[in-house]
Each structure stands twice: as structure tokens, then as C-alpha cells.
T-cell receptor
Framework: DQQVKQNSPSLSVQEGRISILNCDYT??????FLWYKKYPAEGPTFLIS?????DKNEDGRFTVFLNKSAKHLSLHIVPSQPGDSAVYFC???????????FGQGTTLQVKP | NAGVTQTPKFQVLKTGQSMTLQCAQD?????MSWYRQDPGMGLRLIHY???????DQGEVPNGYNVSRSTTEDFPLRLLSAAPSQTSVYFC???????????FGPGTRLTVL
């Protein structure tokens, strides 16, 4: 049973427009959420995180929104740039172990 | 700092062979973990360690062993390789269990 789901395998946007990547989770014990970015043949790199006590966190062009009642988080990239083209993973942790559970990933393509 | 290093980058094994994937970090991180990435499955936690001498199982531990004799090193052992273990393996580390993790570049393993 997938506890963290990214239902869109891919997303294509035009350079300069907004990219919105979505993530849903099922475990109400999750209280810390992260987004990672991964280029081909490289390891994932941490992008941004949010704690469940917040509903929004911004870092430059990247904003993560958390809707706890809907068990949904989203990553907004504004404006999108070609260098943002990568696979984006959301991840969640919570409870005693704090182990990270990852979604399947969404491949973002930003077209010039 | 070299960050998280993994060796080898690529490996081909025959069914039944054993091998060790090496992982090292030079950031004095307490928490280290191993993930495997498979198409459509995201990253799945194999084993993790919260400090030297302490290891525990993740989501998919079967067929893998780990040990943590030093803070720096966290090798992953495949005792008897199976084709189902064909995957890309990532090692990661962080200061503490719930911090964002730094990932290594990955090892691409093929089991024939």
C-alpha cells in the first residue's frame, strides 16, 4: 500500500510559467514533508521541506503548500526554468521511526 | 568535503553471487540509510542506521545486510544476488534521523 502518492508521472510546462507538482499521503502520523529533485545519473538533492505546523514554506522560486485535512501537498515553481527539468520526489516522515517514505516521482519538463 | 560517496558506480552480477556496495560520508552524520530506486516505485528504504553499532530494517530489507562499525561507513551486502535486486542503489546521510538527507551518486546494479 503506497502511503505517499504522486499521481502524475510527468508534467510539461513552458519556460516562465508556473509548475505545480502534487503529492498525496494516507498516513495521518506523517508530520514532516520534503521535496527532492533528481537529475539523471545523479542522487536526489534536497529542495524544500515543511512541517505539519505550517501550511506554506517558501524558498526563492519554490513554495510548498500543505493541506493537512486533505492530506495533500504541492510544490510550486515560479517562474519555471529549463534547468528545473528533472524528476521530483515528495517524501514524508512521522511517528517514532522518522523513516522517509517517498512517492513515485514526477518528471518535469520545462520547455524553452 | 566529498559528501556521500558510493562505489562502485556500476556492477553486473550473476544470480547467487555476493557483493558489498560501499558508502562513506565525511560530514560526521549520525544517520545513514540505503534506498533502492525502481521504475514507478520511487525510492524505497532498505536499511538505516542512527549511529555506529545501531542498524534497523526499512521497507524492503530482505536479501540485504548492513553493519555500521564507524560513523563514516555504511556498507550494504547482498548475500546471494537475485534478478529482483536489479536496481539503482542510493546511500544517504543526515545529521539526525528526521533531517533532510544528502544522497550519494548511486550504484547501478544488474543481476543476470
Amino acid at each position: 500500500d503506497q502511503q505517499v502518492k504522486q499521481n502524475s508521472p510527468s508534467l510539461s510546462v513552458q519556460e516562465g510559467r508556473i509548475s505545480i507538482l502534487n503529492c498525496d499521503y494516507t498516513n495521518s502520523m506523517f508530520d514532516y514533508f520534503l521535496w527532492y529533485k533528481k537529475y539523471p545519473a545523479e542522487g536526489p538533492t534536497f529542495l524544500i521541506s515543511i512541517s505539519s505546523i505550517k501550511d506554506k514554506n517558501e524558498d526563492g522560486r519554490f513554495t510548498v503548500f500543505l493541506n493537512k485535512s486533505a492530506k495533500h501537498l504541492s510544490l510550486h515553481i515560479v517562474p519555471s526554468q529549463p534547468g528545473d527539468s528533472a524528476v521530483y520526489f515528495c517524501a514524508a516522515s512521522g511517528g517514532n521511526t522518522g523513516k522517509l517514505i517517498f512517492g513515485q516521482g514526477t518528471t518535469l519538463q520545462v520547455k524553452p | 568535503n566529498a559528501g556521500v560517496t558510493q562505489t562502485p558506480k556500476f556492477q553486473v552480477l550473476k544470480t547467487g553471487q555476493s557483493m558489498t556496495l560501499q558508502c562513506a560520508q565525511d560530514m560526521n552524520h549520525e544517520y545513514m540509510s540505503w534506498y533502492r530506486q525502481d521504475p514507478g516505485m520511487g525510492l524505497r528504504l532498505i536499511h538505516y542506521s542512527v549511529g555506529a553499532g545501531i542498524t534497523d530494517q526499512g521497507e524492503v530489507p530482505n536479501g540485504y545486510n548492513v553493519s555500521r562499525s564507524t560513523t563514516e561507513d555504511f556498507p550494504l551486502r547482498l548475500l546471494s544476488a537475485a534478478p529482483s535486486q536489479t536496481s539503482v542503489y542510493f546511500c544517504a546521510s543526515s545529521y539526525r534521523r528526521r533531517d533532510a538527507e544528502y544522497f550519494g551518486p548511486g550504484t547501478r546494479l544488474t543481476v543476470l
